[in-house]
């Protein structure tokens, strides 16, 4: 019997790719000078504070060199990225007045829908600023604080909250591009909930950028008091252009005594996008920091999502899987820093690469001479569907006391031709058999993904097994 | 006649294993295939399931009247044939209920109805004193050997097959299993289906009406003959068997 080899189709982007005139109220040159960084500031009103710290920032970034240790970022070429579009529209807090078409778009990814069903508040930016912001009138009640960061930093009550923690997680300083967000970032969320305040439904925010060449540089800030209880979604996507978009966010957030913060990613930017975002937690003692993390879009991604343990007995969890197809080279991982003894962290990864494309695990694990009675666990598993496929574990442990108990575990493997006949024998199509083994192999990861998202991913997979064989 | 192989030269890498073997299994007939390590026993069964790796040079292999010789396994699957498998795969994040309704619908190109279904899965668990927690376990992983076979049986008496061919299913098992397996078996059997079981104990066929016994020896059939041959083999040992033979 000839031996068949399946082809494996590429991920089904059409409801992705759907793209919007693009007809901003407003825009600025693409590029990046003091001028243009200006010009962003005078258009968002910006306190002098943010002023000047754009100003500070934008010289760091000229300072910084581009990082020259992950997948090339030849093809982004600053001096033709905008990185301020305004959608022609103000932010609302009623779909009926978005814009129609920017409406559709948010429709066909669901999210006025999953607004409806199973969340306790949803935000949703288009290109540069945030177009949407609800939260349910109950969580409100709960003294919880829902809205996008422009109306944050202006907030008589929050303002200096936000002053007080804005990129101080990830200062700009931190590498080129946390420079350059400082410099740009536009829209995002800011999430405060109180102490004791636990959110029983998650909130979501939703980025989308529609237009060309264009840079999207959300903020997300998000502070729990002692005790509180999140579970925070962030999910985006981007039609394909033959242009180079870039994505440049900045996440901090802040667990305090004893909370509770779930984080949840699903990113399906398109395979034109640089994705460069930067994401960081201080847990504090007794805090739970967890992390799940899809990233199945992008041209290109560096991805570490870093969790400091500041206090005792602090934790945190990071679940993560990566999915790269023809033309894409992921590079995604995670940090911890255990700072504070008793703490524990937990970081399983799967990636899936196929048709040329790469995975590379990367992660840094940092236990600092104080932090003893620690424990952390590494697990990193790869599969790869093809011989044109690369898949690479890059973990790095920096242990610097000797009361600590680490683990790391990695495999790297194919699909066996035994167990591909073992299902075959059992009536299954080759195909079939392929996407049963990958889907298996997601498992674990897709169980821990809101349960929409799960089935989107199962449906992403089956979608890209369904194949000619040739 | 159920399954008719004929002249069939099978190598794997290039080396000739079977030496054009000639077998027939009829309907509701109970066949046993032994012989020494190394025979290829596994390789006859691997090809007649339609394992990739198994290049068929000559013969053909005809399955309920029509030639399987070059059909992919799943077709295979589909015309009524069943493998247990000696060494069953690991499949992980994939659930034993899940797999084996998956199974089914691709076998009989239905719908499963998933109550009734899980109705039967139980029933049928319950006969193999398998616990219930195995219905949501990962396929195989962290099975024991034992619940390996089990599982290997509770799919053929769900499949239904026309013809099961159980490679080694009662090696590693202990007594009160190979019992258990045993009567796995002979719940499956009627008078319309067929089995051929490869084995090297006597143990497993206590219980089963078994039709013929052949030997197999460095790739070819050396001896056929009823269940009194299986005792023949216990004393005398296949070389000289095989030497009788020739």
């Known amino acids: 019997m000839e031996k068949k080899k399946t082809m494996v189709k590429d991920i089904d982007r059409t409801i992705y790719d759907i793209k919007d005139k693009v007809h901003p109220s407003y825009e600025v040159k693409e590029g990046l000078t003091p001028e243009i960084v200006e010009e962003i500031s005078k258009t968002k009103n910006d306190p002098k504070w943010m002023h000047d710290f754009r100003l500070k920032s934008l010289e760091i970034y000229n300072n910084l060199k581009v990082p020259d240790w992950g997948p090339s970022l030849d ?24 814009p129609d078409d920017i409406k559709n778009t948010f429709e066909r990814l669901g999210i006025p829908e999953a607004e409806r069903k199973s969340l ?8 540069s600023e945030v177009v949407y912001h ?21 907030d008589p009550q ?15 300083t931190d590498h080129k591009f946390a420079a350059l967000h400082g410099a740009v970032w536009s829209g995002g969320s800011f999430v405060y909930v109180p102490p004791h305040v636990k959110v029983e439904i998650p909130l979501q925010s939703y980025f989308r950028l529609n237009a060309p060449g264009a840079g999207q540089f959300e903020h997300t800030l998000i502070i729990l008091g002692e005790g509180a209880d999140l579970h925070f979604i962030e999910g985006c996507s981007a039609p394909k252009y033959n242009v180079a978009n870039l994505h440049a966010g900045c996440v901090e957030l802040y667990v305090a005594k004893n909370a509770h913060l779930r984080y949840s990613t699903i990113e399906n930017w398109s395979k034109n996008m640089y ?6 937690a201080l847990v504090e003692e007794g805090g739970n920091m967890e992390w799940v993390s899809g990233s199945f879009g992008s041209h290109v991604s560096y991805l570490y999502p870093m969790s400091i343990l500041n206090g005792e007995n602090s934790r945190m969890e990071f679940t993560g899987i990566t999915f790269a197809g023809k033309g894409q080279n992921l590079d995604t991982g995670a940090k911890v820093v255990h700072a504070a003894p008793h703490t524990y962290s937990d970081i399983s990864t799967k990636s899936i690469s196929k048709d040329g494309g790469t995975c590379t695990y990367r992660s840094s694990v940092v236990i600092l001479p104080q932090a003893y009675g620690c424990k952390s666990s590494v697990n990193c598993e790869s599969l790869m569907l093809d011989d044109r496929s690369r898949s690479d574990t890059i973990p790095v442990m920096d242990i610097q006391n000797d009361d600590v108990d680490v683990g790391h575990e990695a495999k790297i493997g194919r699909i066996s031709d035994d167990a591909i006949f073992y299902l075959m024998s059992r009536g299954m199509s080759e195909e079939d058999a392929r996407a049963m083994i990958v889907t298996g192999f997601a498992e674990p990861i897709a169980k821990e993904l809101p349960v929409e998202y799960a089935v989107e991913m199962n449906n992403l997979i089956k979608l890209e097994m369904e194949g000619a064989i040739g | 006649m159920l399954l008719e192989i004929k002249n069939l030269k099978v190598s794997v890498d290039g080396n000739t294993i ?24 596994s390789t006859l069964v691997n090809t007649i399931m339609g394992h990739p790796e198994y290049k068929v040079d000559e013969g053909s292999i005809i399955f309920d009247g029509k030639d399987i010789t070059h059909l992919p396994a799943n077709e295979r699957a589909k015309a009524g044939l069943f493998l247990s498998f000696q060494n ?18 691709a076998i009989t190109g239905k719908p499963v109805k998933l109550f009734a279904y899980k109705k039967e899965l139980k029933e049928k668990m319950a006969e193999l004193n398998m616990n219930d927690g195995y219905a949501e376990r990962y396929l195989n992983v962290g099975f024991s050997g034992g619940e390996k076979k089990k599982s290997e049986i509770l799919q053929m008496l769900m499949l239904n097959p026309k013809l099961a061919i159980l490679d080694e299913t009662d090696s590693g098992l202990d007594v009160d299993a190979v019992k258990i397996v045993s009567q796995g078996i002979n719940q499956y059997k009627n008078k319309d289906n067929s089995l051929l079981i490869i084995t ?32 023949e083999i216990g004393r005398n040992g296949f070389q000289k068997i095989a030497a009788a033979a020739v």
């Open chain 1, 275 to 280: 994705n460069l975002n930067t994401k960081r």
């Open chain 1, 134 to 154: 609800n939260v349910r009138e109950e969580v409100r009640r709960q003294g919880v604080v829902y809205t996008d960061m422009e109306s944050a930093i202006r």
């Open chain 2, 200 to 231: 090297h104990s006597a143990k497993i066929l206590e219980s089963l009406k078994v039709d013929y016994v052949h030997v197999l020896v460095d790739g070819k059939i050396v001896k056929t003959g009823g269940s009194e041959l299986v005792g």
């Open chain 1, 75 to 98: 093809g982004l070429n600053m001096n033709d990225i905008v990185t301020y579009i305004r959608p022609d529209t103000p932010m609302r807090g009623n779909w009926a007045q978005v």
């Open chain 2, 88 to 105: 069953p795969e690991e499949v992980p994040g994939v659930t034993l209920e899940n797999f084996m309704r998956t199974s089914r619908m």
């Open chain 2, 18 to 41: 079977l030496h054009g073997l000639n077998l027939n299994v009829g309907k509701g007939e109970t066949h046993v295939l032994m012989g020494p390590n190394g025979a290829g026993k």
């Open chain 1, 158 to 172: 929050y303002g200096s909250m936000v002053r007080d923690h804005f990129m101080k997680l990830v200062p700009p």
């Open chain 1, 120 to 127: 306790a508040g949803v935000g949703a930016q288009y290109d």
